[in-house]
């Protein structure tokens, strides 16, 4: 995870996740299950526009421009026609609980500039 700092005031504010398998020697290989390779990146930019006047800012000013990708390979055993139908119904989802799960944990606190 890394911040990307903005170039100047115009810019947004831009945060890097990556995510990626590994083989790890604790995990065992199992004959019921398939390791899927994952590699995972998400990028999100905080975008604030200005409220009017001389009001206080509040999180209606505030929106997040998040973008997802996902490279998943299962090894094989399922076709790519369904990778993509799963994918096209998990993703907005995930990123529906995601979204979900920030507005909770951040209802309630101070913007933090």
Known sequence: MRKILANNENDPDTWLVCNFSVDHDDAQPSSRCVRAKINVAMICQTLVSPPEGDKEISRDNILCKI???????????????????IAKREYPKFLKRFTSYVQEKTASKPILF
């Open 67 to 85: 973008t997802y990708v996902a490279n998943v390979n299962p090894g094989g055993w399922a076709p790519a026609s369904v990778l993509r139908a």
